[in-house]
């Protein structure tokens, strides 16, 4: 049995499909909130976050509310991108989701910045042709909506192969090399998550999108069916990378 390691930033942002995924197939996972000082496997005793891959098989970066640019206040964000680095030259997968997308573009020199507007609900994203042929996203519907929730995105980075495209965002999805993975949207979401975020935003992140108190629901009902198929099969995909160690 395999151990993966998920960062979770916010407490509202839990490992979701992806920590599911990750059970059902046979394997099992450590939690880190840094934010909150809490572990799961130790939770009277953080360690903060590692140095180094050790037992862990992969690793995944989850959203949260801050900037991958505020390092100043959340000091982490450096740690997190070193470890990422870490993991890839071991031969590990790693996964960035939203802001752990944003935090995986800096740590190979990208850049993140504010969009000037606020990305949320299920959007259309594409495939291109690189995803298409990329081993994790091939077999995929080549469109599908995607639960998004940002107000910033990322470009320049070195090296990266774009996988999806549609939204505000030209990368939607993204790999560096062989192993790193990040998608702009959030393929953990359940739609228990989401009513988290809308309960604990809905007076502040989501004053910019009055129009989620209409679509919420209904996007909810006509979506989560295909989202849940995409999300698993990322899921299981990228899972698949991962060495028995």
């Not at 450096?78 to 997968?93: C, T």
């Not at 989701?97 to 990305?119: K, N, S, T, Y």
């Amino acid at each position: 049995m395999r151990t993966f390691l998920v960062v979770t930033a916010d407490p509202y942002a839990p490992a979701g499909i992806l920590g599911t995924s990750i059970l059902e197939a046979g394997d099992y996972y450590d939690t880190i909130m840094p934010t909150e000082e809490h572990t799961s496997w130790a939770q009277f005793d953080y360690p903060g976050i590692p140095t180094e891959p050790g037992r862990y098989a992969g690793l995944a970066i989850m959203g949260g509310a801050m900037s991958a640019n505020d390092v100043e206040e959340h000091p982490y964000l450096l740690e997190l991108e070193a470890l990422a680095r870490r993991f890839d030259e071991a031969g590990r997968p790693v996964l960035g989701v939203c802001l752990g997308a944003q935090v995986v573009a800096r740590a190979w020199g990208g850049e993140v910045f504010h969009m000037g507007e606020l990305e949320t609900g299920f959007v259309d994203v594409s495939l291109t042709a690189d995803g298409e042929a990329d081993r994790v996203f091939t077999g995929m519907d080549q469109t599908f909506a995607a639960f998004q929730n940002h107000y910033e995105a990322i470009r320049n980075v070195p090296g990266l192969t774009n996988l999806a495209t549609g939204g505000a965002c030209d990368i939607q999805a993204f790999r560096i090399g062989e192993r790193v993975y990040g998608t702009q949207f959030h393929c953990e979401v359940t739609l228990d998550i989401a009513r988290g975020w809308y309960r604990v935003s809905g007076k502040t992140l989501y004053r910019d999108a009055p129009n989620m108190a209409h679509d919420f629901d209904p996007g909810f009902q006509s979506h989560f069916k295909q989202h849940n198929q995409v999300s698993r099969h990322i899921a299981e995909q990228w899972i698949r990378l991962a060495p028995d160690v």
